[in-house]
C-alpha cells in the first residue's frame, strides 16, 4: 500500500533522532554523517533497526545534508548521489523486508534566497533537483523536506522534488517559541503554499520540544486538509556533566502524540534527541488511533511570506490596490526606466496603510527590460509589506521570473479563455502554486451578454482542473465596459458577477474603475458602480485604496450585504478611525526631514536609496554623526524593538541591517575626518563541527551597525582558533553560535580556556541549539536568543 493511502487511513509513526546516535556510535564532531553511508554502512543500518523493532512505520535516511552546498564544507561535492543511492539502499535492506516504508530525508541550504541572500531561485532548485533525482533513482516510497524554516526555500525544494519523479513528498518546517519559522512564517501560510506546490502532506519538526508545538499542531490542523506530521524534539537541550541532555520522557512524547493524533495529525515521530524508547512508547500510544477526518472549506487564499489573505464568498470583500501600476503615471514610467523603486515603495506602503488587503504589482513600460523590472519590484516589496502580491502582466517570461522569486502564494492577473493564454499561463500557475484571475473574453474579444461570458469561465475553469489546478484558486474577472461609451454593458457585468457566483460557486473581481472612463466626477460613478458590483456578490475589486469614497463604498456594503456580520468590522472601523493594516513603515518621501527620510528608510529597509538619501542630507549641511545619532542608529533600534514584540520579522531586520551597512559604508571617510571611539571589539564563531551560519552572520552585521569591530571567524571553527583571534585582536567579547545539539559541547571548552589563560574577555553564547540554562550551565557571561539581544547583550558586557 502506498504511503498516500495508508496516510488516510492509518496513524503512521516515523523514526526519530539519527545524527545523536551516530555520535554515540564513535561519529567524530564535525565529520560529515552521510559519508558513513559508504564508510560505516552497518552502523547505519543497525540504527534503521533499532526505530523498526519499536514500531516504526517510516524510517528516514542518512541523507539530511547530502546536498551540494552542505557536501561542499567537507570538500566532498561531487558525492551527492553516491551517498544518496548508499543510504536508500540501506534503509531499504532492513525497512521493506518488514514493510516498513523509507522516506528520502532532504534538509535546507543554510542560506538564503534573494532577496535575503546571495542565492537565486535556479541556483537553489539545481541542488536540490540533484539530490532529489538520486532519492527517486534510488526507490524512496516518500521525500520528507524537513527542518526548512525558509519559505522560499522550501518553495524550491518541492517544485526541484516534483520534477525528480512521482514520489509523496512531506513538507516539514521548524516553528520557534513564537508560533513562527524563522523568517516569520505562520503554521497557516505554510500549509496554504505547500498544499499549492503539490506536497502529500505538511509538518513541524524541530527546534523545541511537544509542548512548544501544541498551538502550531492546532493551527496546522486546521489549515488544511493535508495529512499533518509532528515530530519535535524530546525537549530543550540541557548540558550535563559535558553531555547534551533531553529531558523530555517517552511517555511524555507519547502523551503529545496523542493530543497531536485528536488533533488531526497522522504522522507522529521524533527529532533531536528522540529515542528508539520515544518512539516505542509514541507507537504504542497512537497506534490504535484512526486519523481525524478533516475536510474544510477554506475558499481562495493566497499569501505572502508572513500572511494569508482569504477571498471567501462568504466573506468580506477584499481591495487589490491598483497604484503600482505604470499606465497614467509619468513619475513611475521614469523610474521604473531608471531602474529606481522609490515611488514604487512609497505607494505600497501607503496603499497597505489604506486598507489593501493584496497589491496588484504591473511594470509595464515601453523600452523597458520587463523581467529586470519586476525583479526588482518583488525584491523591494516582500520584504517591506505583508500583502499578498497579484503579479499583473501579460508576458509569461515576466510572470515566471515574478513567481520564482516569490517567497509566498501569489495571483496571476491574468489568464483568459484565448488558447494562447491558456496554454502559457495555466503551467504556471500550476509549477509555482498560484492563484489565477481570469478574464471573461476569449479569441472573439469580451462576450457582449453574461451568458457568453458565464461560457467563457466555465472553459478556463475546466482547462485548469484538467491540468490539476483547484477550482477555487481561480477568480473570475467579468470585465466592465465603458459605461460611457457601451451603456448595456454594465447590467450584463452585474448578472454576470451573479451567474459566475450561483452557477460555478467561485469568487469574483473587477476593475472597477474602467466603468468611468470619458466621464466627470469618475470617483462617483466608480463608487455607485462598486456598490452595485457587491450587492451582486463581488469579492475582491483592484482599486485605489486612497480614495476614501472607494473603501467606505467597501465597507458600508459589507454590512448591507450581510458579509460584515453584525457589523462588527465596520463597527471597529469606525471607532479606530484608522487603516485596518498595521504599517510596516512610513514612507520616506512622506517625511518633513532629511533626518526623519533617513529614519524611515532604515525602518522599511531601502537599501537601494539611502545613498542618495545621505548624499542629499550632507549637501543640506548635515553632519555624519547628526545623521547616525540622530536618524540611523535610532532607525535600527526602532528595527529592533519592532522585531523583539514581533511586529518586525527576520527579513525586515536583514534589510534594515543592510541599509545600515551601505550608510556606514557611505559616511565612512566623512567619520574619518573626526574619528571615534569604537564600542568594543567581538570574536564571532560558528563553533567547530557545526557548518551553519546564517543566525552568526546576522548578529556580526548588527554588531557592526551599532558600533563594534567585529572579528568574523566563520563557521566550524577550531576552539584554538577562536582564542587565538581573541588575543591577537584583544577582543573585549567572544561570541560563539551553535545549531546542532552534537557541536554545542565546544563552547564550555572554549570558556574554560579563556579562563586558564586569564584572557580579559566575556564569552556570550547563542544559536538554535542554546538556551539560557545552558549558557548559565557551562558559564558563559551570557546568552542571546537573537541578534536584536545579542546587541543588547554585547553593550552591557563592555559597559
Request: hydrophobic share 45%; aromatic share 4%.
Amino acid at each position: 500500500m502506498s504511503f498516500k493511502d495508508r496516510v488516510r487511513k492509518e496513524v503512521l509513526v516515523i523514526d526519530g533522532a539519527m545524527g545523536t546516535l551516530l555520535q554515540q556510535r564513535g561519529l567524530p564532531p564535525g565529520w560529515c554523517p552521510e559519508e558513513w553511508n559508504v564508510s560505516h554502512p552497518e552502523v547505519v543500518k543497525e540504527i534503521h533497526k533499532l526505530y523498526l523493532n519499536v514500531g516504526a512505520d517510516i524510517i528516514t535516511t542518512n541523507t539530511f545534508g547530502a546536498i551540494k552546498a552542505k557536501l561542499a564544507d567537507y570538500g566532498m561535492q561531487d558525492r551527492v548521489k553516491e551517498f544518496n543511492l548508499a543510504a536508500v539502499r540501506l534503509a531499504q535492506e532492513v525497512a521493506h523486508p518488514v514493510g516498513a516504508m523509507v522516506a528520502g530525508s532532504v534538509g535546507p541550504l543554510g542560506k538564503f534566497l534573494q532577496p535575503l541572500g546571495p542565492l537565486t531561485f535556479d541556483e537553489v532548485y539545481r541542488q536540490f533537483l540533484e539530490q532529489c533525482q538520486a532519492l527517486v533513482e534510488a526507490g524512496v516510497d516518500l521525500i520528507i523536506l524537513e527542518t526548512f524554516g525558509d519559505i522560499g526555500e522550501m518553495r524550491a525544494a518541492l517544485i526541484a522534488a516534483a520534477d525528480a519523479g512521482d514520489v509523496p513528498v512531506v513538507a516539514s518546517f521548524t516553528f520557534d517559541e513564537t508560533g513562527r519559522t524563522f523568517t516569520g512564517t505562520d503554521p497557516e501560510t505554510a500549509a496554504v503554499v505547500v498544499e499549492r506546490l503539490g506536497a502529500s502532506a505538511v509538518g513541524v519538526n524541530c527546534s523545541v520540544g511537544p509542548g512548544q508545538l501544541e498551538k502550531v499542531v492546532q493551527q496546522l490542523t486546521q489549515s488544511t486538509n493535508l495529512p499533518v506530521l509532528v515530530s519535535p524534539n524530546a525537549g530543550m537541550p540541557e548540558m550535563v556533566d559535558g553531555r547534551t541532555v533531553f529531558r523530555e520522557t517517552p511517555a511524555v512524547m507519547a502523551d503529545y502524540a496523542g493530543r497531536f493524533v485528536e488533533y488531526g495529525a497522522s504522522i507522529l515521530g521524533g527529532c533531536c534527541g528522540t529515542t528508539p524508547e520515544h518512539i516505542g512508547a509514541i507507537h504504542q500510544r497512537v497506534k490504535g488511533m484512526t486519523p481525524k477526518i478533516r475536510s474544510n472549506q477554506f475558499g481562495l487564499r493566497v499569501a505572502s511570506r508572513v500572511k494569508t489573505v482569504t477571498i471567501h464568498p462568504a466573506g468580506l470583500p477584499v481591495a487589490i490596490g491598483e497604484r503600482l501600476n505604470p499606465t497614467g503615471k509619468k513619475a513611475l514610467q521614469a523610474e521604473i526606466k531608471e531602474g529606481k523603486t522609490e515611488i514604487t515603495r512609497r505607494d505600497a506602503l501607503a496603499q497597505v496603510e489604506a486598507g489593501a488587503e493584496i497589491l496588484d504589482v504591473n511594470v509595464g513600460v515601453a523600452g523597458v527590460d520587463q523581467v529586470a523590472a519586476m525583479e526588482r519590484a518583488i525584491n523591494a516589496l516582500q520584504v517591506l509589506v505583508d500583502a499578498p502580491l497579484c503579479i499583473d502582466s501579460t508576458d509569461p517570461e515576466v510572470i515566471e521570473q515574478a513567481l520564482k522569486l516569490y517567497h509566498g502564494k501569489a495571483i496571476i492577473n491574468s489568464v483568459n479563455g484565448e488558447e494562447k493564454s491558456l496554454k502559457t499561463i495555466l503551467p504556471l500557475a500550476k509549477r509555482y502554486g498560484a492563484a489565477l484571475i481570469a478574464l471573461t473574453l476569449d479569441d472573439q474579444g469580451i462576450p457582449p451578454t453574461a451568458s457568453e461570458r458565464l461560457a467563457v469561465a466555465r472553459k478556463i475553469v475546466q482547462r485548469a482542473e484538467e491540468m490539476g489546478i483547484p477550482r477555487e484558486d481561480i477568480m473570475v474577472d467579468c470585465l466592465v465596459l465603458t459605461v460611457s461609451a457601451q451603456p448595456e454593458g454594465v447590467p450584463e457585468t452585474l448578472k454576470a458577477i451573479s451567474m459566475v457566483k450561483q452557477e460555478l460557486g467561485l469568487t469574483t473581481s473587477l476593475g472597477v474603475s474602467n466603468v468611468s472612463f470619458g466621464l466627470p466626477n469618475r470617483p462617483l460613478i466608480n463608487a455607485a458602480f462598486f456598490a452595485m458590483a457587491l450587492a451582486a456578490g463581488l469579492d475582491a475589486a483592484i482599486l485605489n485604496p486612497q480614495d476614501q469614497r472607494m473603501m467606505e463604498t467597501l465597507r458600508a456594503s459589507a454590512v448591507l450585504t450581510g458579509r460584515d456580520v453584525r457589523a462588527e468590522k465596520y463597527i471597529a472601523r469606525e471607532q479606530a478611525n484608522t487603516g485596518t493594516a498595521v504599517p510596516t513603515a512610513a514612507s520616506p518621501k512622506s517625511a518633513a526631514s532629511p533626518l526623519e527620510v533617513l529614519y524611515q528608510a532604515v525602518l522599511s529597509g531601502d537599501k537601494d536609496n539611502i545613498i542618495s538619501y545621505i548624499d542629499q542630507a550632507l549637501a543640506q549641511g548635515l553632519n555624519a554623526m547628526e545623521l547616525l545619532d540622530k536618524a540611523l542608529i535610532p532607525g535600527i533600534e526602532e528595527v529592533g524593538r519592532r522585531y523583539g514584540e514581533g511586529t518586525y520579522f527576520l527579513p525586515q531586520l536583514m534589510m534594515a541591517g543592510e541599509t545600515m551597512t551601505k550608510s556606514f559604508e557611505r559616511l565612512r571617510p566623512e567619520l574619518a575626518k573626526n574619528p571615534t571611539k569604537r564600542v568594543g571589539t567581538v570574536v564571532l564563531a560558528t563553533v567547530k563541527g557545526d557548518v551553519h551560519d546564517i543566525g552568526k552572520n546576522i548578529v556580526s552585521v548588527m554588531l557592526a551597525n551599532h558600533g563594534f569591530e567585529v572579528i568574523d571567524l566563520g563557521k566550524n571553527v577550531d576552539n584554538e582558533e577562536v582564542i587565538k583571534a581573541a588575543r591577537e585582536h584583544r577582543a573585549d567579547i567572544i561570541g560563539l553560535s551553535a545549531l546542532m545539539t552534537t557541536t554545542m559541547v565546544h563552547m564550555p571548552t572554549v570558556i574554560k580556556r579563556v579562563k586558564e589563560l586569564g584572557l580579559n574577555c566575556k564569552v556570550m553564547v547563542g544559536g538554535a541549539a542554546v538556551t539560557a540554562q545552558y549558557a548559565k550551565e557551562i558559564g558563559a557571561d551570557g546568552y542571546a536568543q537573537d541578534a536584536v539581544e545579542a546587541v543588547r547583550l554585547a553593550k552591557e558586557l563592555v559597559g
